[in-house]
Protein backbone atom coordinates (compact mmCIF):
# COMPACT_ATOMS: atom_id res chain seq x y z
CA UNK A 1 0.00 0.00 0.00
CA UNK A 2 2.95 2.54 -0.82
CA UNK A 3 3.42 3.63 -4.85
CA UNK A 4 1.02 1.89 -6.30
CA UNK A 5 -1.62 3.45 -4.11
CA UNK A 6 0.11 6.74 -3.68
CA UNK A 7 -2.42 9.21 -6.12
CA UNK A 8 -4.93 7.83 -3.54
CA UNK A 9 -6.32 8.82 -0.51
CA UNK A 10 -7.80 6.88 2.24
CA UNK A 11 -11.29 7.72 1.25
CA UNK A 12 -11.01 6.64 -2.29
CA UNK A 13 -9.03 3.49 -1.58
CA UNK A 14 -11.85 2.57 1.44
CA UNK A 15 -14.27 2.87 -1.54
CA UNK A 16 -12.07 0.84 -3.54
CA UNK A 17 -12.09 -2.15 -1.52
CA UNK A 18 -15.75 -1.54 -0.89
CA UNK A 19 -16.36 -2.35 -3.94
CA UNK A 20 -14.11 -5.37 -4.36
CA UNK A 21 -14.48 -7.06 -1.22
CA UNK A 22 -18.43 -5.95 -1.25
CA UNK A 23 -17.63 -5.10 2.32
CA UNK A 24 -18.13 -2.23 4.02
CA UNK A 25 -14.48 -0.79 4.06
CA UNK A 26 -13.90 2.29 6.50
CA UNK A 27 -11.12 4.94 5.44
CA UNK A 28 -8.88 3.99 8.36
CA UNK A 29 -5.37 3.19 7.26
CA UNK A 30 -4.54 0.87 10.02
CA UNK A 31 -7.72 -1.18 8.69
CA UNK A 32 -6.89 -0.70 5.50
CA UNK A 33 -3.94 -2.24 5.44
CA UNK A 34 -5.72 -5.34 7.08
CA UNK A 35 -8.08 -5.37 4.28
CA UNK A 36 -5.16 -5.55 1.92
CA UNK A 37 -3.41 -8.37 3.74
CA UNK A 38 -6.01 -10.72 4.20
CA UNK A 39 -7.27 -10.20 1.05
CA UNK A 40 -3.93 -10.70 -0.58
CA UNK A 41 -2.40 -13.59 1.54
CA UNK A 42 -5.45 -15.70 0.60
CA UNK A 43 -4.10 -15.14 -3.13
CA UNK A 44 -0.62 -15.88 -2.69
CA UNK A 45 -1.31 -18.74 -0.64
CA UNK A 46 -3.85 -20.56 -3.23
CA UNK A 47 -1.63 -19.36 -6.77
CA UNK A 48 -0.07 -21.92 -8.70
CA UNK A 49 1.82 -19.59 -10.12
CA UNK A 50 3.76 -16.47 -8.88
CA UNK A 51 4.85 -13.66 -11.49
CA UNK A 52 7.77 -11.36 -10.62
CA UNK A 53 9.66 -8.43 -12.75
CA UNK A 54 13.15 -7.94 -12.13
CA UNK A 55 14.65 -4.12 -10.96
CA UNK A 56 18.53 -5.82 -11.63
CA UNK A 57 19.50 -9.14 -13.22
CA UNK A 58 23.31 -10.07 -13.07
CA UNK A 59 24.44 -11.93 -15.70
CA UNK A 60 27.74 -13.30 -14.35
CA UNK A 61 25.57 -15.35 -11.47
CA UNK A 62 22.43 -15.72 -12.99
CA UNK A 63 21.00 -13.41 -9.88
CA UNK A 64 17.81 -11.96 -10.35
CA UNK A 65 16.25 -8.88 -7.71
CA UNK A 66 13.60 -7.59 -6.59
CA UNK A 67 13.00 -4.39 -4.55
CA UNK A 68 10.04 -3.64 -2.57
CA UNK A 69 8.90 -2.40 0.21
CA UNK A 70 5.40 -3.74 0.63
CA UNK A 71 7.07 -7.56 1.15
CA UNK A 72 4.07 -8.68 -1.47
CA UNK A 73 7.11 -9.11 -4.13
CA UNK A 74 8.51 -11.89 -1.47
CA UNK A 75 5.15 -13.86 -0.79
CA UNK A 76 4.54 -13.87 -5.01
CA UNK A 77 8.54 -15.76 -5.13
CA UNK A 78 8.20 -17.87 -2.27
CA UNK A 79 4.79 -19.31 -1.59
CA UNK A 80 3.31 -20.63 -4.82
CA UNK A 81 4.92 -23.63 -6.71
CA UNK A 82 6.48 -22.32 -10.02
CA UNK A 83 7.98 -19.02 -9.93
CA UNK A 84 8.00 -16.69 -13.34
CA UNK A 85 10.34 -13.52 -13.94
CA UNK A 86 10.12 -11.32 -17.14
CA UNK A 87 12.07 -8.93 -17.00
CA UNK A 88 13.51 -6.88 -20.47
CA UNK A 89 17.72 -7.21 -21.48
CA UNK A 90 18.40 -3.93 -20.43
CA UNK A 91 17.87 -4.93 -16.66
CA UNK A 92 21.33 -7.08 -16.85
CA UNK A 93 24.69 -6.03 -15.05
CA UNK A 94 27.63 -7.64 -15.50
CA UNK A 95 28.15 -8.26 -11.66
CA UNK A 96 26.88 -8.67 -8.77
CA UNK A 97 29.29 -5.24 -7.60
CA UNK A 98 27.64 -3.58 -10.61
CA UNK A 99 24.53 -4.56 -8.51
CA UNK A 100 24.86 -2.71 -5.88
CA UNK A 101 24.88 0.97 -7.57
CA UNK A 102 20.92 0.42 -8.05
CA UNK A 103 19.99 -0.50 -4.61
CA UNK A 104 21.60 2.43 -3.63
CA UNK A 105 20.50 4.86 -6.57
CA UNK A 106 16.76 3.20 -6.69
CA UNK A 107 15.57 3.58 -3.26
CA UNK A 108 17.50 7.04 -2.29
CA UNK A 109 15.93 8.29 -5.80
CA UNK A 110 12.33 7.26 -5.95
CA UNK A 111 10.94 7.38 -2.08
CA UNK A 112 14.33 9.27 -0.37
CA UNK A 113 14.82 5.79 1.17
CA UNK A 114 18.35 4.40 2.28
CA UNK A 115 17.37 1.50 1.31
CA UNK A 116 14.23 -0.39 0.74
CA UNK A 117 12.37 -2.86 2.89
CA UNK A 118 12.84 -5.66 1.24
CA UNK A 119 15.76 -7.04 -1.66
CA UNK A 120 14.75 -10.28 -2.52
CA UNK A 121 17.45 -12.33 -4.74
CA UNK A 122 17.20 -15.91 -6.50
CA UNK A 123 19.79 -17.55 -8.16
CA UNK A 124 17.99 -20.10 -10.20
CA UNK A 125 15.29 -22.74 -8.34
CA UNK A 126 15.02 -23.07 -4.69
CA UNK A 127 14.21 -26.52 -2.91
CA UNK A 128 11.27 -26.66 -0.91
CA UNK A 129 9.59 -28.63 1.82
CA UNK A 130 5.87 -30.38 -0.28
CA UNK A 131 5.57 -32.45 2.57
CA UNK A 132 6.30 -31.88 6.30
CA UNK A 133 5.14 -35.02 8.03
CA UNK A 134 7.49 -36.87 5.63
CA UNK A 135 10.02 -34.16 4.73
CA UNK A 136 9.56 -34.55 1.08
CA UNK A 137 11.47 -32.20 -0.81
CA UNK A 138 11.63 -31.04 -4.86
CA UNK A 139 13.06 -28.30 -6.33
CA UNK A 140 10.44 -25.37 -7.31
CA UNK A 141 9.50 -24.61 -10.66
CA UNK A 142 11.62 -21.41 -11.69
CA UNK A 143 11.53 -19.79 -15.02
CA UNK A 144 12.55 -16.39 -16.28
CA UNK A 145 11.78 -14.75 -19.94
CA UNK A 146 13.99 -12.05 -21.33
CA UNK A 147 12.43 -9.88 -23.54
CA UNK A 148 14.06 -8.65 -26.34
CA UNK A 149 10.94 -7.74 -28.23
CA UNK A 150 11.44 -5.89 -31.23
CA UNK A 151 12.16 -2.44 -30.09
CA UNK A 152 15.06 -2.64 -27.76
CA UNK A 153 18.00 -3.49 -29.80
CA UNK A 154 16.87 -0.48 -31.44
CA UNK A 155 17.00 1.88 -28.68
CA UNK A 156 20.83 0.14 -28.63
CA UNK A 157 21.42 0.85 -32.09
CA UNK A 158 20.46 4.86 -32.00
CA UNK A 159 23.55 7.18 -30.51
CA UNK A 160 20.28 9.75 -29.55
CA UNK A 161 18.76 7.37 -27.45
CA UNK A 162 20.74 4.24 -26.35
CA UNK A 163 21.15 6.22 -22.86
CA UNK A 164 17.58 5.17 -22.82
CA UNK A 165 18.47 1.84 -20.99
CA UNK A 166 20.27 3.81 -18.22
CA UNK A 167 16.68 4.57 -16.65
CA UNK A 168 16.68 2.48 -13.44
CA UNK A 169 12.77 4.06 -13.46
CA UNK A 170 13.39 5.16 -9.82
CA UNK A 171 10.06 7.91 -10.87
CA UNK A 172 12.63 10.81 -9.61
CA UNK A 173 11.31 12.65 -12.78
CA UNK A 174 8.26 12.33 -12.25
CA UNK A 175 8.32 14.18 -8.77
CA UNK A 176 9.43 16.95 -10.29
CA UNK A 177 8.12 17.14 -13.65
CA UNK A 178 5.63 20.15 -13.57
CA UNK A 179 3.28 18.76 -16.61
CA UNK A 180 3.57 14.60 -15.09
CA UNK A 181 2.30 16.83 -11.82
CA UNK A 182 -0.95 17.97 -13.20
CA UNK A 183 -1.74 15.03 -15.63
CA UNK A 184 -0.90 12.31 -13.82
CA UNK A 185 0.45 8.89 -15.36
CA UNK A 186 -2.95 7.62 -16.96
CA UNK A 187 -2.77 10.75 -19.69
CA UNK A 188 0.49 9.19 -21.24
CA UNK A 189 -1.62 6.18 -21.74
CA UNK A 190 1.12 3.48 -21.52
CA UNK A 191 1.67 0.32 -20.18
CA UNK A 192 5.75 1.05 -20.05
CA UNK A 193 6.31 4.13 -18.28
CA UNK A 194 4.99 7.29 -17.64
CA UNK A 195 6.36 11.32 -17.88
CA UNK A 196 9.23 12.36 -20.25
CA UNK A 197 10.77 8.79 -20.00
CA UNK A 198 7.89 6.94 -20.63
CA UNK A 199 7.32 8.87 -23.89
CA UNK A 200 10.82 7.55 -25.38
CA UNK A 201 9.82 4.18 -23.64
CA UNK A 202 6.35 4.44 -25.19
CA UNK A 203 8.19 5.28 -29.20
CA UNK A 204 10.82 2.36 -28.83
CA UNK A 205 8.70 -0.24 -27.27
CA UNK A 206 4.78 0.61 -27.66
CA UNK A 207 4.12 3.19 -30.28
CA UNK A 208 5.30 5.95 -32.39
CA UNK A 209 1.52 7.47 -32.61
CA UNK A 210 1.14 7.28 -29.16
CA UNK A 211 4.58 8.58 -28.15
CA UNK A 212 4.16 11.70 -31.08
CA UNK A 213 1.02 12.81 -29.13
CA UNK A 214 2.31 12.87 -25.22
CA UNK A 215 5.72 14.17 -26.41
CA UNK A 216 4.07 17.71 -26.40
CA UNK A 217 3.44 17.43 -22.93
CA UNK A 218 6.77 18.39 -22.03
CA UNK A 219 7.89 22.08 -21.64
CA UNK A 220 11.69 21.38 -21.69
CA UNK A 221 11.64 22.61 -18.55
CA UNK A 222 15.11 19.82 -17.81
CA UNK A 223 13.80 19.28 -14.56
CA UNK A 224 13.86 16.17 -15.38
CA UNK A 225 17.25 15.67 -15.99
CA UNK A 226 18.60 17.19 -13.20
CA UNK A 227 17.29 14.97 -10.69
CA UNK A 228 17.81 11.31 -12.77
CA UNK A 229 19.69 8.94 -11.23
CA UNK A 230 20.74 7.26 -14.18
CA UNK A 231 22.19 10.88 -15.81
CA UNK A 232 20.03 10.61 -18.41
CA UNK A 233 18.86 13.64 -20.44
CA UNK A 234 15.44 13.41 -21.25
CA UNK A 235 14.47 16.77 -22.89
CA UNK A 236 17.29 16.21 -24.70
CA UNK A 237 15.91 12.83 -26.12
CA UNK A 238 12.40 14.04 -26.39
CA UNK A 239 13.52 17.42 -28.44
CA UNK A 240 15.41 14.45 -30.59
CA UNK A 241 12.18 12.64 -31.15
CA UNK A 242 10.78 15.86 -32.03
CA UNK A 243 12.84 16.43 -34.76
CA UNK A 244 12.55 12.81 -35.75
CA UNK A 245 8.55 13.34 -36.19
CA UNK A 246 9.35 16.94 -37.97
CA UNK A 247 11.11 15.08 -40.74
CA UNK A 248 9.20 12.13 -41.26
CA UNK A 249 5.82 13.55 -40.19
CA UNK A 250 5.85 17.38 -40.41
CA UNK A 251 2.37 19.44 -38.92
CA UNK A 252 1.70 21.07 -41.68
CA UNK A 253 0.27 24.50 -39.43
CA UNK A 254 3.87 23.85 -37.19
CA UNK A 255 5.60 24.18 -40.34
CA UNK A 256 3.76 26.95 -41.97
CA UNK A 257 3.77 29.37 -39.21
CA UNK A 258 7.98 28.22 -38.24
CA UNK A 259 8.61 29.06 -42.41
CA UNK A 260 7.10 32.62 -41.58
CA UNK A 261 8.91 33.29 -38.68
CA UNK A 262 12.10 32.34 -40.16
CA UNK A 263 11.85 34.64 -42.94
CA UNK A 264 12.93 37.74 -41.10
CA UNK A 265 11.49 40.51 -43.38
CA UNK A 266 8.48 39.29 -43.92
CA UNK A 267 8.25 38.25 -40.05
CA UNK A 268 8.84 41.72 -39.30
CA UNK A 269 6.70 43.07 -41.57
CA UNK A 270 3.68 41.07 -39.99
CA UNK A 271 4.91 42.00 -36.33
CA UNK A 272 4.66 45.66 -37.49
CA UNK A 273 0.98 45.00 -39.05
CA UNK A 274 -0.14 43.62 -35.67
CA UNK A 275 1.36 46.33 -34.24
CA UNK A 276 -1.33 48.83 -35.72
CA UNK A 277 -3.88 46.46 -36.19
CA UNK A 278 -3.70 45.63 -32.48
CA UNK A 279 -5.39 48.95 -31.49
CA UNK A 280 -9.25 47.32 -31.42
CA UNK A 281 -8.38 44.94 -28.73
CA UNK A 282 -5.82 47.12 -26.68
CA UNK A 283 -7.58 50.11 -26.37
CA UNK A 284 -4.91 52.62 -25.60
CA UNK A 285 -3.82 50.35 -22.89
CA UNK A 286 -0.67 48.21 -22.47
CA UNK A 287 -2.01 44.81 -22.21
CA UNK A 288 -4.47 42.89 -24.62
CA UNK A 289 -7.11 41.76 -21.47
CA UNK A 290 -9.34 40.32 -24.17
CA UNK A 291 -9.83 38.52 -27.62
CA UNK A 292 -12.68 37.74 -29.86
CA UNK A 293 -14.16 34.45 -30.40
CA UNK A 294 -12.54 31.75 -31.26
CA UNK A 295 -9.00 33.44 -29.91
CA UNK A 296 -10.32 34.41 -26.27
CA UNK A 297 -8.99 30.91 -25.06
CA UNK A 298 -5.41 32.88 -25.39
CA UNK A 299 -6.70 35.90 -22.70
CA UNK A 300 -8.43 33.18 -19.94
CA UNK A 301 -6.47 33.80 -17.08
CA UNK A 302 -3.76 35.47 -18.88
CA UNK A 303 -3.04 39.06 -20.17
CA UNK A 304 -0.88 40.08 -23.49
CA UNK A 305 1.52 42.94 -23.66
CA UNK A 306 0.77 44.97 -26.70
CA UNK A 307 3.27 45.09 -29.81
CA UNK A 308 5.28 48.27 -29.71
CA UNK A 309 4.60 51.13 -31.54
CA UNK A 310 8.23 51.42 -32.53
CA UNK A 311 10.14 48.59 -32.60
CA UNK A 312 13.81 48.43 -31.07
CA UNK A 313 15.80 48.06 -34.03
CA UNK A 314 14.00 51.77 -35.48
CA UNK A 315 14.85 53.77 -32.42
CA UNK A 316 18.45 51.87 -30.96
CA UNK A 317 20.53 54.72 -32.64
CA UNK A 318 18.48 57.55 -31.02
CA UNK A 319 19.75 56.13 -27.51
CA UNK A 320 22.20 58.19 -25.58
CA UNK A 321 25.12 56.42 -24.59
CA UNK A 322 27.15 58.78 -22.45
CA UNK A 323 30.64 56.00 -22.25
CA UNK A 324 33.65 57.80 -22.00
CA UNK A 325 36.48 55.97 -22.74
CA UNK A 326 34.76 52.68 -23.29
CA UNK A 327 36.27 49.35 -22.05
CA UNK A 328 34.45 47.50 -25.02
CA UNK A 329 32.09 47.48 -27.37
CA UNK A 330 28.79 44.62 -26.85
CA UNK A 331 26.58 43.83 -29.26
CA UNK A 332 22.51 43.18 -28.30
CA UNK A 333 20.76 40.43 -29.58
CA UNK A 334 17.61 41.24 -28.76
CA UNK A 335 15.44 38.97 -29.69
CA UNK A 336 11.97 39.01 -30.98
CA UNK A 337 10.49 40.08 -27.36
CA UNK A 338 13.23 43.11 -26.80
CA UNK A 339 12.99 44.16 -30.64
CA UNK A 340 9.03 44.56 -30.51
CA UNK A 341 7.91 44.22 -27.37
CA UNK A 342 9.65 44.79 -24.30
CA UNK A 343 11.22 47.92 -25.88
CA UNK A 344 11.96 49.89 -22.28
CA UNK A 345 13.98 46.29 -21.15
CA UNK A 346 16.84 46.66 -24.27
CA UNK A 347 16.74 50.65 -22.44
CA UNK A 348 17.84 49.31 -19.08
CA UNK A 349 20.38 46.46 -20.67
CA UNK A 350 21.85 49.04 -22.58
CA UNK A 351 21.90 52.00 -19.30
CA UNK A 352 23.55 48.99 -17.01
CA UNK A 353 26.14 48.29 -19.90
CA UNK A 354 27.01 51.85 -20.38
CA UNK A 355 26.83 51.83 -16.21
CA UNK A 356 30.07 49.85 -15.95
CA UNK A 357 32.06 51.20 -19.19
CA UNK A 358 30.82 49.71 -22.04
CA UNK A 359 29.11 50.76 -25.35
CA UNK A 360 26.45 48.59 -26.95
CA UNK A 361 25.28 48.52 -30.42
CA UNK A 362 22.20 46.59 -32.43
CA UNK A 363 23.67 44.89 -35.65
CA UNK A 364 20.41 45.22 -37.37
CA UNK A 365 21.10 42.22 -39.65
CA UNK A 366 19.73 40.03 -36.97
CA UNK A 367 16.53 38.10 -36.62
CA UNK A 368 14.38 35.25 -34.37
CA UNK A 369 17.33 33.22 -32.49
CA UNK A 370 15.43 29.92 -33.67
CA UNK A 371 14.32 28.61 -30.58
CA UNK A 372 10.87 28.03 -31.51
CA UNK A 373 11.69 25.98 -34.83
CA UNK A 374 14.00 24.09 -32.84
CA UNK A 375 11.39 23.81 -29.87
CA UNK A 376 9.30 22.06 -32.41
CA UNK A 377 11.80 19.67 -34.04
CA UNK A 378 11.94 22.20 -36.87
CA UNK A 379 15.88 21.58 -37.56
CA UNK A 380 15.80 23.13 -40.70
CA UNK A 381 14.29 26.84 -39.80
CA UNK A 382 16.47 26.98 -36.82
CA UNK A 383 19.61 26.31 -38.92
CA UNK A 384 17.98 29.01 -41.27
CA UNK A 385 17.66 31.30 -38.92
CA UNK A 386 21.26 30.47 -37.40
CA UNK A 387 22.80 31.33 -40.13
CA UNK A 388 21.26 34.89 -40.56
CA UNK A 389 21.70 35.46 -36.89
CA UNK A 390 25.54 34.74 -37.64
CA UNK A 391 26.14 36.91 -40.96
CA UNK A 392 23.71 39.72 -38.69
CA UNK A 393 25.27 39.67 -36.05
CA UNK A 394 28.84 39.19 -36.75
CA UNK A 395 30.50 38.81 -33.93
CA UNK A 396 34.13 39.17 -34.68
CA UNK A 397 33.45 42.97 -34.31
CA UNK A 398 32.40 42.63 -30.75
CA UNK A 399 33.99 41.61 -27.38
CA UNK A 400 30.79 40.24 -26.43
CA UNK A 401 27.19 39.45 -27.73
CA UNK A 402 24.26 40.42 -24.87
CA UNK A 403 20.94 38.76 -24.44
CA UNK A 404 18.22 39.66 -21.81
CA UNK A 405 16.42 36.25 -23.35
CA UNK A 406 17.77 32.93 -21.96
CA UNK A 407 15.80 31.67 -23.95
CA UNK A 408 17.74 33.18 -27.22
CA UNK A 409 21.16 32.87 -25.20
CA UNK A 410 20.85 28.86 -25.00
CA UNK A 411 20.02 28.95 -28.86
CA UNK A 412 23.17 31.28 -29.65
CA UNK A 413 25.24 28.71 -28.02
CA UNK A 414 23.28 25.82 -30.10
CA UNK A 415 24.45 27.22 -33.50
CA UNK A 416 27.92 25.24 -33.56
CA UNK A 417 25.50 22.34 -33.63
CA UNK A 418 23.87 23.14 -37.20
CA UNK A 419 27.29 23.18 -39.40
CA UNK A 420 29.98 20.75 -39.67
CA UNK A 421 33.52 21.22 -38.20
CA UNK A 422 36.33 23.31 -39.81
CA UNK A 423 33.57 24.76 -41.94
CA UNK A 424 33.62 29.17 -42.21
CA UNK A 425 29.95 28.88 -41.03
CA UNK A 426 31.31 26.84 -38.16
CA UNK A 427 33.61 28.99 -37.11
CA UNK A 428 31.89 32.12 -37.27
CA UNK A 429 29.17 30.50 -35.01
CA UNK A 430 31.75 29.06 -32.51
CA UNK A 431 32.76 32.62 -32.15
CA UNK A 432 29.35 34.03 -31.95
CA UNK A 433 28.36 31.52 -29.04
CA UNK A 434 31.56 32.03 -27.47
CA UNK A 435 30.95 35.43 -26.68
CA UNK A 436 27.59 35.18 -26.05
CA UNK A 437 26.20 35.67 -22.45
CA UNK A 438 22.80 36.30 -20.68
CA UNK A 439 22.42 39.65 -19.31
CA UNK A 440 22.84 39.02 -15.09
CA UNK A 441 25.72 36.69 -16.18
CA UNK A 442 27.84 39.09 -18.38
CA UNK A 443 26.98 42.38 -16.13
CA UNK A 444 28.27 40.44 -12.77
CA UNK A 445 31.18 38.72 -14.93
CA UNK A 446 32.19 42.69 -15.72
CA UNK A 447 31.74 44.17 -12.72
CA UNK A 448 28.73 45.36 -12.14
CA UNK A 449 28.02 43.91 -8.29
CA UNK A 450 28.16 46.73 -6.43
CA UNK A 451 26.57 47.92 -3.22
CA UNK A 452 24.47 50.99 -5.10
CA UNK A 453 20.96 51.63 -4.79
CA UNK A 454 18.21 54.41 -3.89
CA UNK A 455 18.19 52.62 -0.49
CA UNK A 456 14.40 52.72 -1.16
CA UNK A 457 12.66 49.72 0.52
CA UNK A 458 11.58 47.01 -2.05
CA UNK A 459 10.71 43.55 -0.86
CA UNK A 460 11.80 41.33 -4.19
CA UNK A 461 11.50 37.64 -4.66
CA UNK A 462 12.96 36.23 -7.93
CA UNK A 463 11.66 33.67 -10.13
CA UNK A 464 14.35 31.11 -12.17
CA UNK A 465 13.47 30.60 -15.86
CA UNK A 466 13.82 27.26 -17.23
CA UNK A 467 16.86 28.09 -19.34
CA UNK A 468 18.82 30.17 -17.31
CA UNK A 469 19.12 27.96 -14.58
CA UNK A 470 19.08 24.69 -16.30
CA UNK A 471 20.99 25.22 -19.48
CA UNK A 472 22.58 28.47 -19.17
CA UNK A 473 23.44 26.90 -15.05
CA UNK A 474 23.04 30.58 -13.97
CA UNK A 475 21.31 30.94 -10.63
CA UNK A 476 23.78 32.98 -7.92
CA UNK A 477 24.59 35.55 -9.75
CA UNK A 478 21.25 37.27 -10.45
CA UNK A 479 20.55 37.05 -6.66
CA UNK A 480 24.15 38.76 -5.68
CA UNK A 481 23.33 41.39 -7.77
CA UNK A 482 19.74 41.91 -6.18
CA UNK A 483 20.79 41.64 -2.81
CA UNK A 484 23.55 43.92 -2.99
CA UNK A 485 21.33 46.39 -4.25
CA UNK A 486 20.65 49.28 -1.62
CA UNK A 487 17.14 48.91 -0.16
CA UNK A 488 16.25 45.24 -1.50
CA UNK A 489 15.20 42.87 0.80
CA UNK A 490 15.28 39.61 -0.65
CA UNK A 491 13.25 36.67 -0.26
CA UNK A 492 13.06 33.13 -1.86
CA UNK A 493 9.50 31.80 -3.16
CA UNK A 494 8.61 28.27 -2.70
CA UNK A 495 9.50 26.04 -6.43
CA UNK A 496 11.64 29.29 -7.35
CA UNK A 497 12.54 26.73 -10.11
CA UNK A 498 9.86 25.47 -11.34
CA UNK A 499 8.37 26.29 -14.56
CA UNK A 500 5.87 28.85 -14.79
CA UNK A 501 3.95 27.41 -17.75
CA UNK A 502 4.90 29.60 -20.34
CA UNK A 503 7.58 27.47 -22.49
CA UNK A 504 6.80 29.91 -25.41
CA UNK A 505 3.96 28.52 -27.88
CA UNK A 506 3.58 25.83 -25.26
CA UNK A 507 1.16 28.29 -23.12
CA UNK A 508 -1.39 28.87 -26.30
CA UNK A 509 -0.90 25.51 -27.69
CA UNK A 510 -1.58 23.55 -24.42
CA UNK A 511 -3.12 26.11 -22.21
CA UNK A 512 -4.94 23.34 -20.05
CA UNK A 513 -1.84 22.74 -18.68
CA UNK A 514 -0.11 26.17 -18.77
CA UNK A 515 -2.51 27.72 -16.82
CA UNK A 516 -2.74 25.81 -13.54
CA UNK A 517 1.14 25.65 -13.43
CA UNK A 518 0.95 29.64 -13.56
CA UNK A 519 -1.52 29.22 -10.96
CA UNK A 520 0.68 27.65 -8.32
CA UNK A 521 3.23 30.23 -9.71
CA UNK A 522 1.52 32.91 -8.39
CA UNK A 523 0.18 31.74 -5.60
CA UNK A 524 3.78 30.88 -4.15
CA UNK A 525 4.62 34.56 -5.21
CA UNK A 526 1.53 35.69 -3.09
CA UNK A 527 3.22 33.35 -0.09
CA UNK A 528 6.49 34.90 -0.55
CA UNK A 529 5.22 38.50 0.56
CA UNK A 530 6.91 40.33 -1.62
CA UNK A 531 6.01 43.41 -3.81
CA UNK A 532 8.36 42.89 -6.52
CA UNK A 533 9.16 39.58 -8.83
CA UNK A 534 12.51 39.38 -10.51
CA UNK A 535 13.01 37.60 -13.14
CA UNK A 536 15.40 37.33 -16.48
CA UNK A 537 13.53 35.91 -19.51
CA UNK A 538 11.21 38.06 -21.63
CA UNK A 539 8.83 34.85 -21.92
CA UNK A 540 8.57 34.26 -17.96
CA UNK A 541 7.71 37.97 -17.92
CA UNK A 542 5.10 38.06 -20.39
CA UNK A 543 3.42 34.93 -18.44
CA UNK A 544 3.84 36.34 -14.78
CA UNK A 545 2.85 39.51 -15.21
CA UNK A 546 -0.07 38.57 -17.80
CA UNK A 547 -1.38 36.14 -15.04
CA UNK A 548 -0.98 38.87 -12.24
CA UNK A 549 -2.76 41.54 -14.65
CA UNK A 550 -5.78 39.35 -15.77
CA UNK A 551 -5.95 38.50 -11.75
CA UNK A 552 -6.26 42.46 -11.02
CA UNK A 553 -3.44 42.14 -8.88
CA UNK A 554 -1.58 45.29 -9.17
CA UNK A 555 0.59 45.49 -6.07
CA UNK A 556 3.36 42.81 -7.03
CA UNK A 557 5.19 44.19 -10.09
CA UNK A 558 7.28 41.77 -12.20
CA UNK A 559 10.92 43.06 -13.75
CA UNK A 560 13.83 41.86 -15.63
CA UNK A 561 16.79 41.94 -13.33
CA UNK A 562 18.17 44.57 -15.63
CA UNK A 563 15.10 46.79 -15.26
CA UNK A 564 15.82 46.49 -11.57
CA UNK A 565 19.31 47.54 -11.90
CA UNK A 566 18.73 50.62 -13.98
CA UNK A 567 16.33 51.82 -12.08
CA UNK A 568 17.53 51.31 -8.32
CA UNK A 569 20.73 52.68 -9.67
CA UNK A 570 19.18 55.77 -10.99
CA UNK A 571 20.24 54.86 -14.65
CA UNK A 572 16.87 55.48 -16.14
S1 LIG B 1 11.67 18.67 -19.43
FE1 LIG B 1 10.24 19.33 -17.79
S2 LIG B 1 8.20 18.97 -18.64
FE2 LIG B 1 9.64 17.82 -19.94
S3 LIG B 1 9.65 15.75 -19.05
FE3 LIG B 1 11.34 16.89 -18.09
S4 LIG B 1 10.47 17.75 -16.18
FE4 LIG B 1 8.73 17.14 -17.51
S1 LIG C 1 14.66 8.64 -16.35
FE1 LIG C 1 16.07 8.91 -14.64
S2 LIG C 1 14.85 9.82 -12.98
FE2 LIG C 1 13.40 9.01 -14.51
S3 LIG C 1 12.89 6.94 -13.79
FE3 LIG C 1 14.63 6.73 -15.20
S4 LIG C 1 16.47 6.82 -13.90
FE4 LIG C 1 14.76 7.60 -12.67
Partial sequence: MVLPALHLNKEQVADLFTDYTKVKNNPIISEEVKTARRVMRDKFTHADMGVSGANVAVAETGTVFTMTNEGNGRMVGTLPSIHLYVFG??????????????????????TAQRITSYISMYTGACEVTTDKETDEKRKKDFYCVILDDPGRREILAEPDFREIFHCIRCGACLDVCPAFALVGGHVYGSNVYTGGIGTMLTHFLVSEERAAKIQNICLQCGRCNEVCGGGLHISDMIMKLREKNMKEKPDALKKFALDAVSDRKLFHSMLRIASVAQGMFTKGEPMIRHLPMFLSGMTKGRSFPAIAQVPLRDFFHTIKQDVKNPKGTIAIFAGCLLDFVYTDLARAVVADMNSIGYKVEMPLGQACCGCPATNMGDTENAKKEAEINIKGMEAEKYDYIVSACPSCTHQLHLYPTFFEEETEMYKRAKELADKAYDFCKLFYELGGVTETGDGKPVKITYHDSCHLKRSLRVSKEQRELLKNTKGVEFVEMNDCDNCCGFGGSYSLLYPEISAPILEKKIQ????????????DCPGCLMQIKGGLDARGIDDIKVKHTAEIIAEKRGLI
Fill in 89 to 110: IEKFVKSLSDARYIFKALPRNG
Fill in 524 to 535: NIKESGANVVAL
